[in-house]
């Protein structure tokens, strides 16, 4: 499906900026100076544009493959785990977020937080591509695909987060 393709893509982008993130953080872990303006561009994306993904699935993956596993209404099966990983990444997020405010007398607490937030980021990403999405794929039905090309459209567009 074209819109699985394209949240598979937002994926892709977002392990190639972890990728730097991460070789980021390892610098300032050996004492190095870390180039701030990458950084800031980086927490800028993970506070801003990063989330339109989330609500992209939220809309349409997550409550299409509940109600074919049979929850009805209600998130089941898989999509439970991803709804809390989800929420687990966003309050991860805020306490990196806040922990680099005071990044200038401690940058271990930051470090820490980004650490753990990275890690979660790529074993959440890693279970969607593996377990999820070829489940959504295999299961429901693929004319669904330009209702959500739609829905993303409409996210993309009501965001102010450029
Ligand atoms: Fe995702």
Redesign the pocket.
């Known amino acids: 499906m074209k819109s699985l393709n394209s ?1 598979s893509e ?2 892709n982008e977002v392990l190639k900026i972890l990728e730097t993130f991460y070789q980021t953080i390892e610098k300032i872990e050996d004492g190095k100076a870390a180039d701030q303006k990458k950084m800031k561009d980086i927490l800028h994306f993970f506070n801003s544009k990063f989330w339109l ?2 609500d992209k ?1 939220e809309q349409t993956v997550f409550p299409e493959l509940s109600m074919y596993i049979g929850g009805g209404g209600k998130p089941s099966g898989p999509v439970v785990v991803m709804l809390d990983e989800h929420q687990v990444l966003r309050e991860s997020n805020k306490r990196m977020q806040s922990a680099y405010k005071n990044f200038e007398t401690d940058s271990n607490i930051f470090t820490s937080e980004a650490r753990n937030f990275t890690g979660l980021l790529r074993q ?2 890693k279970m ?1 591509e593996e377990m999820l999405f070829p489940m959504a794929d295999s299961s429901l039905d693929h004319s669904l695909d330009d209702e959500w090309l739609k829905t993303f459209e409409l996210i993309e567009k009501n965001s102010d987060t450029s």
């Open positions: 949240l937002d994926h993904h989330f699935e959440h990403i969607e």
